[in-house]
């Protein structure tokens, strides 16, 4: 009789994990599916330049000008008040070395006193029919990267 | 009352550690049927951390097939707005075929049409604010930028002028 009370008042110190772990496999199952593998993200563009790409700072404003001549050369033009006031003409071996060339000529820009002094509000980008849609987003990244934010693209004509 | 065999033999002491070891080995058997599931929690724990942190609750949007978006360091989050998807030579708008590219830029009929229908919907699903304009342009990296240049043309000619081109990677906080 002594043995079985004995047994009765065993404490058993067992966490009981069962729903602990339904809880956690719910929660991975559901998270697996949800995730996203591939991170898209967007780059705006916004074509309405001619009305709300107008300048709203005090500070001097100037319009930049991106013409692709072909895949490997383009003309960066910077305007002030819709005249022209610096040209740079751009050629390179490649179109990697071209989105460099672009660059660096972006940042001489800014380094310069005119680019210090003012902020380039907008940018509008001719594209060619030999330049592929990855290097034009290469160089609207390379614009980006200098906090140009109204961004627009030339409807060009011409043959596909 | 029957005498058992066992009882007969309470002075054997050689039975007595016979029976003895006997218990000591089902006593180990039933020890070595025990899960020991510390690990697999650890695991799970791990994981269930590891997702939470990943976890995003910004819109996804669906990229078509034959389609090889471009790369970029400076892609922001993704608005939800209808997308237009375009391959090497063909051109969907959600989802839905509208016809060969070449032709839908010599023709672009259909596709003006499908833009102005969607956005009568969501002047009607949004009563009283004002139409933003937002569309997704995902195109492949190799299609000529004057297709996409005349393709914008088209889009926001029918008031679509927030253009987001569909990125891979460097997604940026606004």
């Known amino acids: 009789m002594s043995e079985l009370r004995r047994k009765h008042r065993e404490i058993n110190a067992e966490l009981n994990l069962t729903t602990f772990i339904d809880l956690l496999s719910t929660i991975v199952c559901f998270l697996l599916i949800s995730a996203v593998w591939i991170q898209v993200g967007a780059l705006e563009i916004k074509q309405s330049h001619g009305t709300a790409g107008a300048s709203t700072s005090k500070k001097e404003s100037y319009e930049l000008e991106l013409k692709y001549v072909n895949k490997k050369s383009a003309n960066i033009v910077i305007k002030r008040d819709g005249k022209r006031f610096r040209r740079y003409r751009l050629k390179e071996e490649s179109p990697e070395a071209l989105i460099k060339k672009i660059d660096s000529t972006l940042d001489g820009w800014m380094q310069s006193k005119s680019g210090k002094r003012g902020k380039i509000e907008t940018a509008m980008i001719t594209p060619k029919r030999e330049v592929t849609y990855g290097e034009m987003v290469l160089a609207l990244d390379a614009l980006r990267k200098y906090k140009i934010v109204n961004i627009g693209v030339v409807p060009t004509k011409g043959e596909i | ?174």
């Not at chain 2, 471009?70 to 989050?77: E, H, L, Q, R």
């Not at chain 2, 032709?103 to 049409?113: A, E, G, R, T, Y």
């Open chain 2, 1 to 174: 009352m029957a005498i058992g065999s066992s009882a007969l033999n309470t002075g054997n002491f050689e039975h007595v550690l016979l029976n003895r070891n006997q218990r000591g080995k089902r006593r180990g058997k039933v020890l070595q049927a025990t899960l020991m599931l510390t690990s697999m929690v650890d695991m799970f724990s791990m994981l269930v951390c590891f997702m939470l942190q990943t976890f995003s609750s910004t819109p996804e949007i669906l990229v078509a097939k034959g389609v090889t978006l471009p790369d970029s360091i400076t892609g922001k989050t993704v608005k939800e707005a209808p997308v237009l998807s375009l391959n090497k030579d063909e051109l969907f708008l959600d989802q839905k075929l509208i016809g060969k590219t070449a032709v839908v830029l010599k023709k672009p009929d259909q596709l003006v049409s499908k833009l102005i229908d969607l956005r009568k919907s969501w002047v009607k699903a949004h009563p009283g604010e004002a139409f933003g304009g937002d569309i997704n342009v995902q195109a492949d990296k190799d299609v000529s930028s004057v297709v996409i240049s005349q393709l914008m043309g088209i889009v926001s000619g029918q008031h679509y002028s927030a253009i987001q081109l569909a990125v891979l990677g460097g997604v940026q906080a606004e």
